[in-house]
T-cell receptor
Framework: DGGITQSPKYLFRKEGQNVTLSCEQNLNHDAMYWYRQDPGQGLRLIYYSQIVNDFQKGDIAEGYSVSREKKESFPLTVTSAQKNPTAFYLC???????????????FGAGTRLSVL | GENVEQHPSTLSVQEGDSAVIKCTYSDSASNYFPWYKQELGKRPQLIIDIRSNVGEKKDQRIAVTLNKTAKHFSLHITETQPEDSAVYFCAPLKSGAGGTSYGKLTFGQGTILTVHP
């Protein structure tokens, strides 16, 4: 469904715990993104990666970490330093933002993270 | 970075009416202007987009218009139907080779459109 898979669909975090959200794509896209969605605040960029083994912080990177060891995978870790992690997390992928190339983002179905 | 604002934040129309959502951006180097639709509980999906060298683009009942001078672009939906009810996001982009700022979308805060039967 759309070529980009997020798991799990629902996740619960205990205080002081790190949790990892999975994102896998089979679209052969170079670029991958993580967004956080809170009610009334749209989509805010956490981290993005335009190529394997490279990634950049987005607007709200504090308390999160990522890795990009494989082209098809971009896992997001929500660390204990993130004090308000309850949100809907969306992963997306696209072709690289090169000249003349549309940056159409394809989204996963999302992971809803809650704090116990 | 890019500042993006959408207006209105909520829009309620009767079926068959038209709906217009406006997106204002700050980065004059933005050159690609997409609109995404997110139905309740689903993922956002691109519905229409436009490049900076075009002033208007239509696809059946939806259209996007661009005013680069004023730095805003708008989504127009005609003959609205209940299935148009969703949250709509604009996401202007600076597309091109030239550094890590390229390819990074900044989404507006979203407009909740409700179409009443």
């Amino acid at each position: 469904d759309g070529g980009i898979t997020q798991s799990p669909k629902y996740l619960f975090r205990k205080e002081g715990q790190n949790v990892t959200l999975s994102c896998e794509q089979n679209l052969n896209h170079d670029a991958m993104y993580w967004y956080r969605q809170d009610p009334g605040q749209g989509l805010r960029l956490i981290y993005y990666s335009q190529i394997v083994n490279d990634f950049q912080k987005g607007d709200i990177a504090e308390g999160y970490s990522v890795s990009r060891e494989k082209k098809e995978s971009f896992p997001l870790t929500v660390t204990s330093a993130q004090k308000n992690p309850t949100a809907f997390y969306l992963c997306a992928s696209s072709m690289r933002g090169l000249a003349g190339v549309k940056n159409i983002q394809y989204f996963g179905a999302g992971t809803r993270l809650s704090v116990l | 970075g890019e500042n993006v604002e959408q207006h209105p934040s909520t829009l309620s129309v009767q079926e068959g009416d038209s709906a217009v959502i406006k997106c204002t951006y700050s980065d004059s180097a933005s050159n690609y202007f997409p609109w995404y639709k997110q139905e309740l509980g689903k993922r956002p999906q691109l519905i229409i987009d436009i490049r900076s060298n075009v002033g208007e683009k239509k696809d059946q009942r939806i259209a996007v218009t661009l005013n680069k001078t004023a730095k805003h672009f708008s989504l127009h939906i005609t003959e609205t139907q209940p299935e148009d009810s969703a949250v709509y996001f604009c996401a202007p982009l600076k597309s091109g080779a030239g550094g890590t700022s390229y390819g990074k979308l900044t989404f507006g805060q979203g407009t909740i459109l409700t179409v009443h039967p």
